[in-house]
């Protein structure tokens, strides 16, 4: 676990992408340079009113410019009012918080596996892997979603040079079905040895990756969601099952846990 | 002139009256990533059991208005695992630790105790006899007064230093069992643990917490510690430990007038990890303000409507 | 197809379940111009005492996190006028009407509900023992089973239609209370009333209540008022009607899966007097996307962990 | 007590008047035509955090374009979030509240007694009298604060042609001590039959003013605050001891109140 600070911030940038998914830049925070794929930031919204803080990956940073991106969804009261942030709003962060994902080897093929709002901590990864040198043409992206304005942000992850797979249940972009279908045809046609995975995305989704992940001997991470009300590992308000017996804590003994070790 | 922040509870001295509450800091590892736990007139653990427990499977916490609920159902490392791997660490903090210890039994409270009676580092323990979220023991004990005494009594046979009593507010009348608790031998008393309470979720009709019921805390139940906690200090010599809701310095100070001498934060400490720090500096800048010399100038001097 | 929103209450039949609570509607006259009383399910006057009362001088409110205190002490125009001057208004609503009744004496509970029982155009009366705002009576009966059984076979026998017994929530077991009140003879519980508590003005050092404390009301108490409902619903046969904290349609189905037939809308209608209206709208809005036909099958619903 | 209603509204148009003073101007809001000097709305900011609702005096109507403007100082968290209010945020009003000023005769000397955040009512008066032909030279304004910054939209008072009386503790702006000084020399140099007062503002100004009302005999009204939950009479919780031994609620038997009424 990183040493989180609790700062205030504001809101730099906002973007609408659709479908209810928005993108919110913070600046200056003081933390970006230390931030890794798989840091969350827990964020506080002014007043009781959202009483606990919300958790979001880290979308992207730029130390430089000392700004950090979260991309989130509306589905509840607090990504509502997150929502309705406008530019210069103060907001305050406790970050970075978590593990962060363990960067693949070089020669490996990387199976990036999102789902809905899943991908932004996915983004990172690439984005830090092949700023670090990796190949992006052995990144295979697949990003799942239940139609094509789920699968947002797509000419950004183009644009890395990774190769992207999208997949849609209604078909209406990429192949039609669930995300783990071409994420084990892949697989399969490949030394899964030399493969690692990494997902990100709705309870179902990650079931379904460990399982696969775990039935085809492939190694790799997933980033989880709990309810969190602190954040620094002090309530055990977060815990997950483990399928050695115990129980771990998501927001700093993860949310970031290896294939098959959480009890999904 | 600077304000003298120091208090002494039962002849230990805390170098402020801002203590973090049990289950809210964990051993205090994590805090101290926060902030040096120097800060902090004391940190009071997660409640210790003789076993170690795993708690009550997830979803064991829900967001309410002002508020949370939980249902951890006291997990934790047991009182050996606490004694090697976290009394070390905490031994090394520069702030007053008190242990909070639970049970299912009157033995195992005896037990626990005994065995932290032999741990050098340690100021004082608070027995948790308030805890909503077990089965057995926990609030059972803090709710009949003939229980909460003898507990109290018990564990000052086995414990030579202090013992604070902390006590369930889902009572008719505390007072009764502070004055059980005073008759016990207790050292203080501290108020309050959390409230019954529980939530659905509308959608599954589920409860949101797997126990069915958690425990109510936050500033939503902040006027109801206060009243208690005026209540006992009304009528009931023992120092009395504020706790509910409080999340700023302001908080801490109407606990204060209403006659408590300390204060602990719980819940606030989830929002804010910052929130104790924060309290002692502005519990400090008021006092300057208001030209106070100590906290005795404060505590229980609300002029009360007569 | 569309949700049947009635429900029964010991042989009385509602429109729909959403009520407004006693001391947060009035006599009806004012909430009349906002909205028409024929909207609620029932409307439950301000406490009525023997003797008009003026209450407790200002200040007897107070605003707290996601909730209230409030020491009205029961001001009322008492009896005679209430029966004189505010029954004929209410009689020409189109609601149910209840009338809450306090005193200070066992004696008092009687001789208003038998000067009610001569009055037509009324359906029930709710037993107000739960006050926490007087020095005598109030909460004093509602915190003993043997208090509240008393009173409630007392009223019984002068008052012929359904008696509501309302309940504190400032005791150690409301279940103990709700079973003494079913053994009197009630035909319903209603709960909860409000929960004792205070503030302080840390400038001034006063209490913020004149009467020093007040009772707890709002949002902030509604886990705590959900997991009583649950608890009686659970262990006594009684018809319950849930009160504290409710102020959305979402919020009266936690309470209807909770176990309550039907619920009281109190410190919500200060802060939105149309309130109880959208509660009643999103209610049915809610059955009929859940495909309920009536109340009942929302009733008792929640699906507890085991 | 009049009918409200409840209504959303949004907010138009937002000045700060210095001296944490701000006039904030509501549109669209139906009842605007309806609204009379002494009324007020009770205003209910988004969630729980300011949990009451807050009373406004109406500082201003102007019924054709259907806008309804207050007047405040920022004195606690409610008054400090109306502060932040940007144009285009909806607000809850529930109004018109209250019962109005009784208006004067015409021939009668008017004597307008404003302190602090109390002259929006006064100010509503004074130009509705006027609107009804009552002559602006017989509206004496006397309007007190601490200090200049106190005595607020100065030029927006002279512009109505009254007799503008301004009055500061520390002598800043217009005579030295308190406002009650020059009111009293007022009525003594005047028939106090043909006088009438109109005070609204802090308690201690109130209460003078009530007092040497009844001392010199002149009659008027005073608009009165207090803490209001409901603000429709409902919950009693607004009440105000009456000379007769008696409780009136300020929210729907005020806030307008006769002189001598109040057991101040
Ligand atoms: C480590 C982590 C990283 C996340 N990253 C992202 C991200 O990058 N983008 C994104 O859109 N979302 C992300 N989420 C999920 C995001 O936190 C929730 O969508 C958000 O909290 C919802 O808040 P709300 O008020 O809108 O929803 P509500 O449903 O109204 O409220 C959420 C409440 O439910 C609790 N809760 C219950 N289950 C969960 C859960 N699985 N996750 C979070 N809170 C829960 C919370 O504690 C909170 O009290 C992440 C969550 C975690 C834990
Ligand atoms: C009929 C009426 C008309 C008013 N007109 C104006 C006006 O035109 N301009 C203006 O600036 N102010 C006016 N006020 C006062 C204004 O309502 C308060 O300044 C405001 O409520 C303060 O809110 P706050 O959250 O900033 O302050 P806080 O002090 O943080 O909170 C106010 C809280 O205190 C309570 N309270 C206690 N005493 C009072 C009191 N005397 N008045 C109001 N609330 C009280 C409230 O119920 C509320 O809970 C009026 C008040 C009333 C009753
Ligand atoms: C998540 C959580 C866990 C808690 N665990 C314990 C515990 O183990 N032992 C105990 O005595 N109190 C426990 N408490 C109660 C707190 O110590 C405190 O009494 C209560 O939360 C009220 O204070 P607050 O409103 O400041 O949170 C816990 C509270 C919370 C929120
Ligand atoms: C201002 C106020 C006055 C009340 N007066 C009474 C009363 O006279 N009699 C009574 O039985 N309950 C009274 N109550 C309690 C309410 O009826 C209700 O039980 C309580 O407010 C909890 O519900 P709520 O959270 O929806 O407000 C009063 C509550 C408030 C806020
Ligand atoms: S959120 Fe508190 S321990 Fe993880
Ligand atoms: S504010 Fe509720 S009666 Fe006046």
Known sequence: MTKPTCEDTFLKKRRSLGNDYYSLTFSPYSQAERCRPGHFVHLKLPGNDVFFRRAFSIAAVSPSAGEMEI??????????????????????????????????????????????????????????????????????????????????????????????????????????????????????????????????????????????????????????????????????????PLTDGGHARVCCDGPVFSIGEVAL | MTADLGITIA???????????????????????????????????????????????????????????????????????FIDEKIPFLARQKTRTIVNVAGSTMGEYIEVCQRLNDVEHLDMVEL????????????????????????????????????????????????????????????????????????????????RLTNNTGGLTGPAIKPIALAMVSAVHSSCRLPVIGIGGIAGWADAVEFLLCGATAVQVGTAVFVEPEAPVKIVRGLREYMRRKKLRTVNDLIGRVRKYG
Not at chain 2, 52 to 73: D, K, Q, W
Not at chain 2, 155 to 181: C, G, Q, W, Y
Request: hydrophobic share 40%; aromatic share 6%.
């Open chain 2, 128 to 207: 948790n006899i308030s805890c909503p979220n077990v089965d057995k023991g926990g609030m059972q004990f803090g709710a009949d007064p003939s229980l909460t005494e003898e507990v109290v009594k018990s564990v000052k046979k086995v414990f030579t230093r202090p013992v604070i009593a902390k006590l369930s507010p889902n009572v008719t009348d505390i007072v009764e069992i502070a004055r059980a608790a005073e008759q016990g031998g207790a050292d203080a008393v501290s108020l309050i643990n959390s409230m019954v309470g529980t939530a659905v979720d509308i959608e599954t009709w589920r409860p």
């Open chain 2, 11 to 81: 002849g230990v001295e805390f170098a402020n009256p801002v203590w973090t509450a049990s289950g809210c800091c964990g051993y205090g590892e994590e805090l101290a990533r926060v902030f040096p736990l120097s800060r902090l007139g004391a940190l009071v653990t997660k409640s210790i059991t003789l076993e170690p427990r795993l708690g009550h499977p997830p979803p064991r916490v829900a967001e309410t208005s002002a508020g949370m609920l939980n249902a951890i159902g006291l997990a934790n490392v047991g009182v050996e695992s």
């Open chain 1, 71 to 240: 991309i989130f969804k509306i589905v509840g009261r607090g990504t509502r009012a997150m929502a309705h942030l406008r530019p210069g709003d103060p907001i305050n962060l406790l970050g970075p918080l978590g593990t962060p994902f363990k960067r693949p080897r070089k020669r490996e093929h990387t199976l990036m596996v999102a789902g809905g709002i899943g991908f932004p901590p996915l983004l990172f990864l690439a984005r830090d892997m092949i700023s670090r040198g990796h190949d992006p043409k052995r990144i295979e992206f697949f990003y799942g979603g239940r139609t094509a304005g789920d699968v947002i942000e797509r000419s950004r992850i183009k644009k890395l040079g990774v190769t992207f797979r999208p997949v849609t249940e209604d078909g209406s972009l990429g192949s039609k079905g669930l995300v783990t279908v071409p994420v084990e045809e892949f697989i399969e046609n490949h030394d899964n040895g030399n493969c690692r995975i990494y997902g990100c995305g709705p309870e179902g989704m990650l079931k379904s990756t460990n399982e696969l992940a775990l039935r085809l001997g492939v190694p790799g991470q997933i980033s989880l969601e709990a309810p969190m009300p602190c954040g620094i590992g002090v309530c055990l308000g977060c815990v997950v």
